[in-house]
């Protein structure tokens, strides 16, 4: 197993567009995290999931983002109607179970909202 | 949350110990302390964590204050490839939700 994978790395969009970005965990991670990082910031949690169930979204940014993890398995999250405010490094992470102190962090999309 | 404080930056010498403080003054009774690092262009790298008891593994250790009101994490003998931001973080327990604040930009010197 190499990691946390997140596709793509870099995505270039306009404003306006919608971008959908994917992270697949380490095989048996029952969690999945979603944070953003500005540059000059730590990492800003938006929301987890447990298998397939999302146990927090109050902290997406906006209800332009959402989240999903369809079979419990990879992830996505969507940004509806990008603005530049979202140009940030999305990442993704990933823990076995609710008990497991170690959380393991892809590389990250950089997004870019022109 | 609890919120933690730490310098932002700091700067050592290849091969010295390095010691990086976090305050974290509201924490609760049942908090945990986890650190973690990020390099440049990577995600961030889970370090090491404890509740009340100083804690040692390969990367480093942390030493937890009594009324646990702050914590320090300890690099043995910096290298060059120590050269990271370092977030101190704290939770209700697992890596749920995890809040990182600025962090310590440590900067080593050869």
């Known amino acids: 197993d190499t990691g946390v994978s997140q596709d793509p790395r870099h995505k270039i969009t306009k404003r306006g567009q919608n971008v959908t970005f994917r992270c697949d965990p380490i095989?048996?991670?029952?969690?999945l995290y979603w944070y953003r990082q500005t540059l000059g910031q730590g990492p800003e949690f938006l929301t987890y999931f447990q298998n397939e169930a999302q146990l927090e979204k109050s902290r997406l940014l906006s209800d332009r983002f959402s989240a999903e993890r369809p079979k419990g398995s990879f992830s996505t999250l969507e940004i509806q109607r990008t603005e530049q405010g979202d140009s940030a490094m999305y990442l993704c992470a990933s823990s076995l179970d609710w008990r497991d102190t170690e959380a393991f962090f892809g590389q990250g999309t950089r997004l870019t909202v022109v | 949350d609890a919120k933690t404080t730490q310098p932002n930056s700091m700067e050592s010498n290849e091969e010295e110990p390095v010691h990086l403080p976090c305050n974290h003054s509201t924490i609760s009774g049942t908090d945990y302390i986890h650190w973690y690092r990020q390099l440049p262009s990577q995600g961030p790298e889970y370090v090491i964590h404890g509740l009340t008891s100083n804690v040692n593994n390969r990367m480093a250790s942390l030493a937890i204050a009594e009324d646990r009101k702050s914590s320090t994490l300890i690099l043995h003998r910096a290298t060059l490839r120590d050269a990271a931001v370092y977030y101190c973080t704290i939770s209700g327990g697992g890596a749920d939700g995890l809040t990182f604040g600025k962090g310590t930009h440590l900067i080593i010197q050869p």
């Open positions: 095989s048996e991670h029952n969690r």
